[in-house]
């Protein structure tokens, strides 16, 4: 089992904004290595570059002008546009411009996946879902596709899809219910009095997958947000893994359990107890 430091947040910072933003490798190379020559570079990779420095207003100029050029108005340099956009909310062109992409390339999830994440943003559930599920279909091995899914599905008080499409997203990377993704834009934000269940969900979500440490915090941030819900996880099997947690029983004022007793000094392990789940 992975072991994750229990103040980095899940998907309780991973559903509005922008969590992970989806750039070529070149963004890396370029904004981590010595800097090449201009001449040297891409449109491209220019770029990348003032988006991976978050230069949206220098990517915009850069990409403006070369798409003056008929013969440079490509998929990507079209997506590249609609993330500088989409970073300084303006919404309307980022709609344009990830449009202009899927007109270019209709077999790519990820300029969908992008669109998706405008919608969402607007509030525009319906749309958002439709984008989300029409990537899915051209790229069914993007979590990130099915992180957004279930985040404008949960949005919607769709919960029991949402957390169909999350798992399906942790089956593929289990990780991918974090921040950090290069799958895609990963919306954000639960939405207002869902976000306490949001959190209770995702516990029950993540104990039944074995990821135990992720549930403890994710229960405890139900916790702190008063869920009125919470006693429903002393007697719901799904949280029988984390009735054994002593995270678990603090917060719930349950008296600690007594010590495991082990067989010829091995054994007696709260993580070995758990790998089956």
Not at 138 to 145: E, F, M, N, Q, S
Not at 206 to 224: I, K, P, R, T, W
């Amino acid at each position: 089992m992975r072991t994750r430091v229990a103040g980095a947040s899940a998907v309780g910072v991973a559903l509005f904004l922008m969590a992970a933003l989806w750039l070529p490798a070149a963004a890396q190379t370029y904004s981590s290595n010595a800097p090449a020559k201009p001449a040297e570079l891409t449109v491209g990779q220019r770029a990348d570059i003032y988006l991976a420095e978050r230069n949206y207003t220098e990517a915009v100029a850069l990409l403006q002008q070369t798409l003056r050029d008929k013969h440079m108005r490509t998929a990507p340099l079209y997506n590249r546009l609609g993330i500088a956009y989409q970073q300084v909310n303006n919404l309307g062109m980022a709609e344009k411009y990830y449009k202009e992409a899927i007109k270019k390339d209709k077999k790519s999830g990820r300029y969908r996946n992008n669109l998706g994440t405008v919608y969402y943003m607007k509030r525009k559930w319906k749309n958002a879902a439709k984008q989300f599920q029409q990537a899915i279909r051209l790229d069914p091995t993007k979590a990130t596709y099915y992180v957004n899914l279930g985040g404008v599905l949960f949005a919607q008080k769709k919960f029991e899809p949402a957390l169909a499409a999350f798992r399906v997203a942790l089956r593929i990377d289990p990780d991918s219910l974090f921040p950090v993704s290069s799958g895609g834009p990963i919306v954000q934000d639960v939405q207002g009095a869902n976000t306490a269940r949001f959190h209770y969900d995702l516990a029950r979500l993540f104990c039944s997958m074995g990821m135990l440490n992720e549930a403890v915090h994710e229960f405890s941030q139900a916790y702190d947000m008063h869920y009125k819900e919470l006693k429903a996880s002393l007697t719901d099997p799904a949280f029988a893994p984390l009735r054994q947690r002593p995270e678990y029983r603090t917060l719930m004022g349950l008296p600690p359990l007594p010590p495991v007793p082990t067989k010829g000094g091995n054994g007696g392990s709260l993580r070995g107890a758990y790998s089956s789940f």
